[in-house]
C-alpha cells in the first residue's frame, strides 16, 4: 500500500472589505459621524423640533367593583 500525502488545508477565504456607507444630513448634506445621527438621518444641529404628541382623552365610567 503507497500513503498518500495529507491534504493541505484549505487557504483562508479573504472577506472584501466593507465600504462604509457615506450618509449625510437630510437638511444641510454634511456627513454624518455618531451612530444615532446616522439612524436618523439628521446631525444634532439640524434635528428638527420633535412635535407634541396629540392626545385624545376621552371620559370614562369608572369600572364596576371598583
Known amino acids: 500500500m503507497?500513503?498518500?500525502?495529507a491534504p493541505e488545508p484549505p487557504l483562508p477565504v479573504?472577506?472584501?472589505e466593507r465600504l462604509a456607507v457615506?450618509?449625510?444630513c437630510r437638511?444641510?448634506?454634511r456627513p454624518l459621524h455618531d451612530p444615532?445621527?446616522?439612524l436618523?438621518?439628521?446631525g444634532p444641529g439640524?434635528?428638527?423640533g420633535t412635535d407634541p404628541v396629540r392626545r385624545h382623552d376621552v371620559d370614562q365610567d369608572?369600572?364596576?367593583g371598583l
Open 22 to 24: 457615506r450618509v449625510t
Open 40 to 42: 436618523l438621518r439628521y
Open 27 to 29: 437638511a444641510c448634506g
Open 36 to 38: 444615532e445621527s446616522r
Open 62 to 64: 369608572a369600572l364596576p
Open 2 to 5: 503507497t500513503s498518500r500525502p
Open 46 to 48: 439640524c434635528r428638527p
Open 14 to 16: 479573504e472577506e472584501p
